[in-house]
């Protein structure tokens, strides 16, 4: 049995069930579905499919994805886990070839599937241009945690990192699994769609936590340097130090940089060509280097005692 688990944050009901319809329309029948929703949240929606998929609602204990994820595992009973977003629809055959590539290639442990796009901004263009993965990828850790799936035995030593709240939690788990010889593939029929985000904040918000969750792994889990000395001949990398400077004395909502761009984004939001994903890939850029610069100095003042930077960071 296959145990499919969907972690929501109650915020996309509609996409949620449109999820769960895609499920209900699976050629591979034999499957649970585990929804896990944040603590004391509930979705009586949900429910409407119970006469046509077996759904366990969990309510997770803590916060973050991870924890999410986690609570989903223990709540599973199947030998296989897979996850996918509330914001994605299964193909019809997506739990067929799931079940197919762990009987014929018994020496993996766990894979990744690719996502489907159709575009309709710039933001989801550069999305669908950027975003899949190659073997090389998933080799380094690498899944989309959108379609992914593990075999139990995984999860009786290991588990994700629930000091992750967002961004570098699929990486990081995928790493520690590398590092302790599981094996791994990634396999482009395995398929989902994937309404991924489609306006300005909302890519930004996402890129903005993607940073966090890498700074977080590299300089407080892995207690590596983020910044190295070549970073000195990357222009963005001084722009950006100046703006996180302010902005971590001020508000991480309050995003000046690089407002110089924006009209340039706006002017291509609706084009596919070469010159938006350029203008998105400089914004993409500076945005990243600002935000782990930002969280880094966060992190650091908290280490100096200065508290007014916020509580102080996991150990």
Known sequence: MISVVIVTANRRPLELLRCLNALVNQSFKIFEVIVVLPKNANNLDVLQYSGRLKILLVNQSGRGICNARNCGIKASR?????????????????????????????????????????????????????YHLSKADVEHGWCH????AYRRKIFDNNLFDESILFGADESEFQSRLKASGFQSAMFKDVLVKHQHRNSFLSFTKMRWGYAQGHTYLVEVK??????HWTDLLNLSFFISCAYAIFLSFSAPWLWFFPIFLFPLIMLHERKSDGSALLIVDVY?????????????????FRRWGWSSCGKPIPS
């Open 222 to 227: 892995r207690k590596q340097s983020l910044f």
């Open 78 to 130: 199947g030998e296989i886990v897979a996850f996918i977003d509330d914001d994605t629809e299964a193909y019809s055959d997506w739990l067929q070839k799931i079940n197919r590539y762990f009987v014929e290639r018994p020496e993996l442990d766990y894979f990744s599937g690719e996502f489907t796009l159709n575009p309709k901004n710039v933001w989801q263009h550069w999305i669908n241009e950027r």
């Open 284 to 300: 993409v850029a500076m945005l990243w280097t600002l935000s782990k610069m930002y969280y880094s100095l966060r992190w650091h």
């Open 145 to 148: 945690g959108c379609n992914m």
